[in-house]
């Protein structure tokens, strides 16, 4: 008769479950989609093609470890205006789901992740990785004394293609900072978008963006030609770095969904922002991505 072999399943309480699920919505995991495609076109646009899987995956983990890091450091940040904002009343510090030291803790585990996946990477990603935590944090703070606050975030996920090089190739290429550039004028467009909801609430906390500075017409002006910018960074990228037709077929589609992003909202309706924010720009970072992977592996 076979002998039984007991299990090696350590049991998860429902409670464990569900912190893990709070922490997840804490720091928008899902959001990943906007940085994760841009790094992946740094790292197989400098190795030409499949980088290989150790830097694949502790780029991958780099990435999501860096930007957790950053957006809980937001969500602390920022958790004494979550609190008197309707919009923001739902979030999980505000409602206890996630306690203030669970969160801090959480940041310092993403950041210790962070340091040594780039110590797996080579010396110079270790090097940077401390420069790297300081400006993901920074940001945080710069709504409360700049409106350039958006092109600080962007700046954070404009480093994701430049990571991706220096993973593969530890040296400051120009293909990649162009990348990083398109990146930094994308992600300030769309934030300005989603910074529009809050402009009222903005001026009576005396916090600052472009809406809550210039008006949300200006605004909603100014966020369309910092996608002008990032369209005509991405074509100088892929020049720079000798990709073909299919990644210029792309480039092309995505500047497409760019002008239909700015046709779907207008000064006097926001109704569609989040399909304008998220499902939009996920399909552009995603679209790029792939064109990109394709321009090299075809090329």
Known sequence: MQKKVP???FPVSKGDRTMVGAMARLVKVEHSVFALPFAYIGLFVAAGGWPGWRPFLLLTVAMVAMRSFAMAVNRLADVKFDRKNPRTAGRELVTGE?????AWVFAAGCAVVFVGACAGL????????????????FYSLTKRFTWLCHFVLGSVLGLAPVAGWLAVAPEFALPAILFGCGVTCWVAGFDVLYA???????RSQ??????SRFGVGTALALAAFAHV????????AGYAAGLGWIYYAFWAVCSAVLLVEHKLISEHDLSRINVAFFTLNGVIAALL???TLLAVFLK
Do not use: I, K, T
């Open 7 to 9: 299990s090696l399943r």
């Open 98 to 102: 996630v306690s203030l030291r669970a």
């Open 122 to 137: 080579n010396a110079l990603c270790l090097a940077l990785s401390p420069v790297a935590l300081a400006w993901g944090a």
């Open 196 to 202: 529009c909801q809050d402009v009222e609430f903005d």
């Open 206 to 211: 005396g916090l600052h963006s472009m809406p």
């Open 229 to 236: 910018d990032a369209a005509a960074f991405y074509l100088l």
């Open 289 to 291: 991505g792939l064109g």
